[in-house]
């Protein structure tokens, strides 16, 4: 072997071991759907330094919020095509591709945070099997706070809401809308002043948080907590970027995960009363449904219900079962 041979395979080995022992630094591009003021966003950010905490650095998340990088509707399949290693977006949003990822969202099936622990419990498995089609993988999963009803006026009955421009955000909200006999609109979160204030939309449903983080009292003056269901966002890894990182990495992203969908939930539970206050602190009138109003919602649901199990997959129906029992 000649001299400059041995020079060259001795060159390569020390790079060879420089690349093995020397881990190189992730840092991941974070697309998120929802505002900075937002309690998930907050989340994320911490998730963020917990990752970077954790592995000593090997991996860094730029959160990219508000829908800044990609926007909200692309989110899933940037994540999936690699464009971006990791992502937020709201989870029923998906419903158009399997039923199973859009129970959370279906009216006045699980309304509280109770019912919500229980039906995120029997979904988590069944969608994180469908994810895996999709070489995604879902790192944690937190709820907003249970859904209410946003308007100019007093609404005693679903009669009430007859014609009024509505602010919707997935398929199921829209059905909802449009059974009670207004308008759905498409609108993110980000759009939402901006859409009252051309007269795009004049009411919506979301959650207090949502609704406080947008200054609702600017256009619209009563909120009534129906509480009509407790939806979630989701954030999921590409799992090719993933299973890429050492096993240590890994587990310091996926305890991280853990401790965000903790933190999660009880940031959202805080948030209810909360958000709730603030939107009585900047006079808007909070009215408790009347048991007309709630009757006529619920019928609603329920027709919702019938219609959905007719077209669900067996693993949407699958999660309803095991929720109801
Ligand atoms: N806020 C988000 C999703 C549900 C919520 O409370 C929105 O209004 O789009």
Same mark, same amino acid.
Request: charged fraction near 25%; avoid cysteine; proline fraction near 5%.
């Given at each position: 072997?000649?001299?400059?041979?041995?020079? $060259?395979l *001795? *060159?390569a080995f020390?790079?060879a071991?420089a690349a093995?022992?020397?881990a190189? *630094?992730?840092n991941?591009?974070?697309p998120?759907?929802y505002?900075?003021?937002t309690?998930?966003?907050a989340?994320i950010r911490?998730f963020a +330094?917990e990752v970077a905490?954790k592995t000593d650095?090997?991996?860094?998340?730029t959160?990219?919020?508000a829908?800044?990088?990609i926007?909200?509707?692309? $989110?899933?399949n940037?994540?999936r095509?690699? +464009?971006?290693?990791?992502g937020?977006f709201?989870l029923?949003?998906?419903a158009n591709?399997?039923a199973?990822?859009?129970?959370?969202s279906?009216?006045f099936v699980?309304?509280?945070?109770?019912?919500?622990?229980k039906?995120?419990?029997? +979904?988590k498995?069944? $969608?994180?099997?469908?994810?895996e089609?999709?070489?995604l993988?879902p790192l944690?999963?937190?709820?907003w706070?249970?859904q209410?009803l946003?308007?100019?006026?007093?609404?005693?009955?679903?009669?009430?809401?007859?014609?009024l421009k509505?602010?919707?955000y997935?398929?199921?909200l829209?059905?909802?809308a &449009?059974?009670?006999g207004?308008?759905?609109?498409q609108?993110?979160?980000?759009?939402?002043?901006?859409?009252?204030?051309?007269?795009q939309?004049?009411?919506?449903?979301?959650s207090?948080?949502?609704?406080?983080n947008?200054?609702?009292?600017?256009y619209?003056?009563?909120?009534?907590?129906?509480? &009509?269901w407790?939806p979630?966002?989701v954030?999921?890894?590409?799992?090719?970027a993933?299973?890429a990182?050492?096993?240590?990495t890994r587990?310091?992203?996926l305890d991280? &995960?853990?401790?965000? #969908?903790k933190?999660?939930w009880?940031?959202?539970?805080?948030?209810?009363?909360?958000?709730?206050e603030?939107?009585?602190?900047n006079?808007?009138k909070v009215v408790?449904?009347s048991?007309e109003?709630? #009757?006529?919602?619920?019928? $609603?649901?329920?027709?919702? +219900?019938?219609?959905?199990?007719?077209?669900a997959?067996e693993?949407?129906?699958?999660?309803?079962a095991?929720?109801?029992?």
């Amino acid at each position: 072997m000649t001299f400059i041979s041995r020079s $060259i395979l *001795a *060159a390569a080995f020390v790079a060879a071991v420089a690349a093995s022992s020397v881990a190189r *630094a992730d840092n991941w591009d974070m697309p998120t759907p929802y505002p900075d003021a937002t309690f998930h966003t907050a989340n994320i950010r911490t998730f963020a +330094q917990e990752v970077a905490d954790k592995t000593d650095g090997a991996v860094t998340i730029t959160v990219h919020s508000a829908g800044s990088l990609i926007k909200h509707g692309d $989110i899933k399949n940037a994540v999936r095509s690699s +464009q971006v290693p990791i992502g937020e977006f709201f989870l029923s949003t998906l419903a158009n591709e399997d039923a199973a990822f859009g129970v959370d969202s279906e009216p006045f099936v699980a309304t509280s945070y109770e019912d919500a622990k229980k039906m995120s419990d029997a +979904q988590k498995p069944v $969608i994180t099997k469908l994810l895996e089609k999709q070489r995604l993988m879902p790192l944690f999963s937190v709820p907003w706070p249970p859904q209410g009803l946003y308007t100019n006026k007093e609404i005693k009955t679903v009669d009430d809401l007859k014609g009024l421009k509505f602010r919707a955000y997935n398929a199921a909200l829209e059905k909802f809308a &449009a059974a009670a006999g207004a308008a759905p609109v498409q609108v993110e979160v980000p759009d939402i002043p901006q859409a009252f204030s051309t007269g795009q939309v004049e009411a919506m449903i979301t959650s207090p948080s949502t609704g406080a983080n947008g200054k609702a009292w600017d256009y619209v003056s009563y909120y009534t907590p129906i509480n &009509a269901w407790v939806p979630k966002n989701v954030v999921v890894v590409n799992k090719a970027a993933f299973d890429a990182l050492d096993e240590a990495t890994r587990k310091a992203i996926l305890d991280a &995960a853990a401790d965000a #969908e903790k933190r999660g939930w009880e940031m959202s539970m805080k948030e209810t009363d909360a958000k709730t206050e603030e939107l009585k602190a900047n006079g808007m009138k909070v009215v408790e449904p009347s048991a007309e109003l709630l #009757e006529g919602l619920k019928a $609603i649901g329920a027709k919702m +219900q019938e219609e959905w199990a007719a077209g669900a997959s067996e693993d949407a129906k699958a999660i309803m079962a095991e929720y109801n029992k």
